[in-house]
């Protein structure tokens, strides 16, 4: 079996010693399963990022990193499962890939995107040469079209999870935790910190909503950055265990 890691956005496969999906390649060799990790832009819109993804896996393909002969199961955090959705619904989609499983990804746009999508942000992403479809890809307006305009690979079976905090007095990590009050403020809606449960729906849900923030769910306790052994509460490698097993017998 393959599996396909694929990041969010900013972020990177691997940097400084630190894995975005922080020793979850490791933990699922162990199945055994081949496992690829894609390294795309660090911010990018969904269309550019998910033509990198499709490179990327087929180069992996063709290469060896991944076995051309098994079946291909992505599994896609925040942006990257927009990325990969992208990649699953246009032409020359690499071969074998029978399900998407996204985290956390904000299928119907997030409230945050929202917030930070006005004129002054974006005339300083202007002036520091980043591409502002980055942020506006994921405001709900945008996330309309995109749903409206590429429908779901009828080849492919989607999966998703979905954060909604750590619960208790403290529902994320410090960073993280006026963005949650400021999501819940709007609708009361249970969400990551970045993310409502509701948006992350797409497809077949793959468990209950994991008790996990934005970053728990890849394994990274924000209240405790400059502790490289720091791991979240939740026990995220179980979840990603259970979702290869999930998919694993599609």
Do not use: C
């Amino acid at each position: 079996m393959n599996i396909v890691l694929v990041h969010g956005m900013p972020g990177f496969a691997a940097k400084f010693g630190i894995e975005y999906f922080n020793g979850v390649k490791h933990q699922l060799e162990k199945f055994p399963a081949n496992v690829f990790v894609a390294n795309l832009s660090f911010i990018g819109s969904i269309a550019d990022r998910g033509e990198e993804l499709r490179t990327q896996v087929s180069t992996a393909l063709s290469s060896g990193a991944l076995n051309p002969d098994e079946k291909t199961h992505i599994i896609a955090h925040s942006q990257g499962g927009l990325d990969a959705r992208y990649m699953l619904s246009t032409p020359n989609v690499p071969p074998k890939i029978v399900s998407l499983t996204t985290i956390a990804t904000p299928h119907q746009g997030s409230p945050i995107a929202e917030l930070l999508d006005g004129p002054i942000l974006l005339s300083a992403l202007d002036v520091l040469g980043i591409d502002r479809a980055a942020l506006e890809d994921l405001t709900g307006r945008q996330m309309k079209k995109f749903n409206d305009t590429y429908a779901d690979n009828p080849k492919v079976d989607y999966f998703f999870a979905a954060g909604k905090g750590r619960g208790g007095q403290f529902a994320t990590s410090f960073p993280l935790l006026p963005l949650h009050r400021y999501i819940e403020s709007l609708n009361g809606e249970a969400n990551d910190g970045l993310v409502t449960v509701s948006s992350a729906r797409h497809g077949k849900a793959i468990s209950d909503p994991w008790l996990a923030d934005h970053a728990d769910e890849i394994g990274h306790d924000l209240d405790k950055p400059f502790d490289p052994k720091a791991v979240p509460p939740f026990d995220y490698l179980r979840a990603y265990e259970d979702i290869v097993k999930r998919v694993s017998s599609l």
